[in-house]
């Protein structure tokens, strides 16, 4: 399942940066954050896959979802230039951003390779 962040959610949730200078992620369940708009085709697109797979990795990977029209302050953060882009946060290592709308198989690569989990 899906959840909409926030910037206070991330700072809950993911990375309080106003009290840590170093990267330091606030779970033990790795995840990705989609950066989308509801304008845009190919975030609609990739949509039913995330949410999709949001279910396969339950309890496995958390799968959250940035409005950036919404949270401009949080996109620009993470100089969020075009959507869809993904940004996947390993336990114990720096995140890693992917743009554009990734297939499937993709997405499930880029699961099992930058944030260590397979089923």
């Known amino acids: ?15 309080d940066f106003e009290k840590n200078k170093e990267w330091n992620y606030a779970s033990d369940i790795p995840c990705i954050i989609d950066f989308w708009a509801p304008w845009c085709g190919p975030c609609r697109a990739v949509a039913p896959i995330f949410e999709e797979l949001s279910h396969v ?13 919404e949270q401009q302050e949080l996109s620009a953060m993470f100089g969020i230039k075009n959507i869809p882009s993904f940004l996947f946060i390993p336990v114990g290592e720096n995140p890693k951003m992917a743009p554009g709308a990734l297939p499937r198989e993709l997405f499930v690569e880029a699961i099992e390779k930058e944030l260590h989990v397979t089923i």
């Open 57 to 69: 990795y339950e309890g496995e990977v958390l799968f959250y979802k940035v409005n950036t029209d």
């Open 1 to 15: 399942m899906t959840q909409e962040m926030t910037l206070e959610t991330f700072k809950e949730l993911i990375f």
